[in-house]
């Protein structure tokens, strides 16, 4: 079926921080969804519709958000959809906003994905409500284990990754840690969480949203005309699987894998490393990256952390890699997979400030939720044709 082009025309997101208690929910997704209309020069009235997405109602407490939100986001009378993909939902929020768009059905979508964590517990939520729970990082830790394990990787790495990204944030002003002093030493010496991750290789708790304009290719035509570049959607896939069956490799997921090679399918991409210039990876804990860049065929199997001791994720390196500071230094649940698409748009849009790569053409963004097995993925273009 043949699809109409779909152009990000604003972005919006707050700053985030571990507590936001100058705002409701209601206003903190009114703040990231009102600098997003600011960028797209555009009014509450000119969106035909809402997505909204968040990680579990048990998180805040607050059940059926999206019926509490309508007025704070301009929806009354207008269609509203709730997305919940476990931590990847974020990017599927995205996604389905730009179907929308892509489908014909409206010229006009605003997504916006939230998570204000200071007023729930996630540990609680995590255990569905029964307690306590060996969280995200004890339920992904067997796995980073059997990484390094079966590549060899160097301690190190770990370590690396989360100096990178913490120092990319001192670039963003939105992002919530500030490390300046950081250093691979300070990063091994934090107490072990869950071996192998230490303290300062594990994501924040934050209050966050983000929110971003979709519109049709008249609408970006119209934006690029008035000096305002689009972001380009060029393809996007997601993939799930269960959390357990015989012989699951959840270090290099099926399902990762395949999400991957339909969004390079779709936009056209035969050799990823040399068509892509960035990436914003989903890396809550700091081996993740490593593991992705190999799942996602940017390395080949155990080459991954290879990229990383060369320098090449680095900011100003071969192909950067969560040049925000990605969810190491900003996870507000629910939004961090948005912002990991918005922070890609940007960069292709040539508006991510001190942390813009330079002539960055073509990006890609992925999210992951639940136990690394539900995935969203796209790719962002300055052009519809970037490899024309």
């Not at 698409?341 to 849009?349: G, T």
Request: aromatic share 8%; proline share 6%; hydrophobic share 40%.
């Amino acid at each position: 079926m043949s699809t109409q082009p779909c152009a990000i025309v604003g972005i919006g997101q707050t700053n985030h921080k571990t507590r936001r208690w100058d705002v409701s929910l209601g206003g903190l997704v009114r703040e990231a969804a009102t600098r997003a209309l600011e960028d797209a020069q555009m009014t509450w009235a000119d969106i035909d519709a809402v997505v909204l997405g968040k990680a579990p109602d048990l998180f805040e407490g607050v059940m059926k958000p999206e019926l509490y939100l309508t007025d704070a986001l301009g929806a009354a009378g207008k269609p509203m959809f709730r997305v919940h993909t476990a931590g990847s939902v974020g990017g599927t929020t995205g996604i389905v906003a730009s179907h929308l768009v892509e489908a014909g059905i409206h010229r006009r979508v605003l997504a916006v994905a939230y998570q204000k964590q200071s007023e729930g517990n996630a540990q609680f939520a995590l255990g569905s409500g029964r307690g306590a729970s060996l969280g995200a990082g004890g339920a992904f830790a067997p796995y980073m284990r059997s990484y390094i394990q079966g590549t060899g990787a160097p301690a190190d790495i770990g370590p690396m990754v989360a100096v990178k990204d913490r120092l990319n944030a001192l670039k963003n002003p939105y992002a919530h840690l500030k490390l300046a002093d950081i250093t691979v030493e300070k990063v091994k010496d934090s107490p072990m969480m869950w071996e192998p991750i230490r303290y300062l290789e594990s994501c924040p708790s934050s209050d966050g949203a983000c929110a971003v304009v979709f519109t049709d290719e008249a609408g970006g035509r119209a934006a690029e005309a008035d000096g305002r570049p689009p972001a380009w959607v060029l393809a996007s896939a997601v993939r799930s699987e269960p959390a357990s069956f015989p012989g699951r490799d959840p270090v290099w997921s099926a399902g990762a894998a395949d999400c991957a090679a339909d969004v390079y399918r779709g936009a056209g991409v035969t050799r990823p490393r040399e068509q892509i210039d960035c990436a914003e990876l989903y890396v809550p804990f700091s081996w993740y990256e490593p593991m992705w860049l190999e799942a996602h065929h940017l390395a080949e199997r155990g080459e991954g952390w290879k990229m990383i001791e060369r320098g090449e994720t680095d900011l100003d390196g071969a192909f950067p890699v969560n040049m925000s500071g990605g969810v190491l230094s900003s996870n507000p649940i629910g939004a961090s997979g948005l912002l990991r698409f918005a922070e890609a748009a940007l960069q292709v849009r040539g508006t991510a400030g001190e942390h813009q790569v330079d002539g960055a053409k073509v990006a890609l963004a992925q999210a992951y939720g639940a136990s690394a097995q539900y995935f969203s993925m796209w790719i962002v273009g300055s052009s519809l044709d970037p490899f024309g």
